[in-house]
């Protein structure tokens, strides 16, 4: 098999033609993406311009709420430790429990280690176990041992 060596220009004209197929594509996307297939010039002079329209909608933004409402004070609540598989997540968590129990001594605090790796508790053989251990919670610390 012979090779041969390429022209710097061909070079760069093989980086181009990707660039190049990438603008009509989002082009032609942005143009089937609003309903309107034909090219509409806005005359303006002796040259014409095309508006490019974007295909992304201007919504409002949903409010952002907890899943639960905030405690008022953490003093005298049961806190769920949740420590994921990684190795990590366990230390987090007891300097996390050791922490708070210097901070609010009357707090009671549960470790749930879950062990199965790149799976949601609730889809584990464990589902019933973490549903009742976090049902007693008042509220969850997660640590992802990263």
Request: with cysteine; hydrophobic share 40%; net charge neutral.
């Amino acid at each position: 098999m012979a090779f041969r060596k390429i022209p710097k220009e061909e070079n760069i004209m093989r980086g181009f033609i990707p660039i190049l197929a990438m603008t009509v594509f989002t082009i032609m996307a942005t143009f089937s993406c609003t309903g309107d297939t034909s090219v509409k010039p806005v005359k303006d002079g002796p040259e014409y311009q095309y508006e490019v329209l974007s295909p992304w909608a201007e919504v409002d933004p949903i409010p952002l709420r907890g899943i639960s409402p905030r405690l008022d004070s953490v003093s005298g609540k049961k806190i769920g430790l949740f420590a994921n598989f990684k190795r990590a997540a366990r230390p987090i968590q007891a300097e996390v429990e050791r922490r708070l129990k210097e901070r609010f001594a009357d707090i009671e605090t549960s470790l749930f280690d879950s062990r199965l790796p790149n799976v949601t508790e609730t889809e584990t053989v464990n589902k019933e176990k973490f549903t009742a251990w976090a049902k007693e919670m008042d509220a969850v610390i997660a640590a992802v041992g990263d």
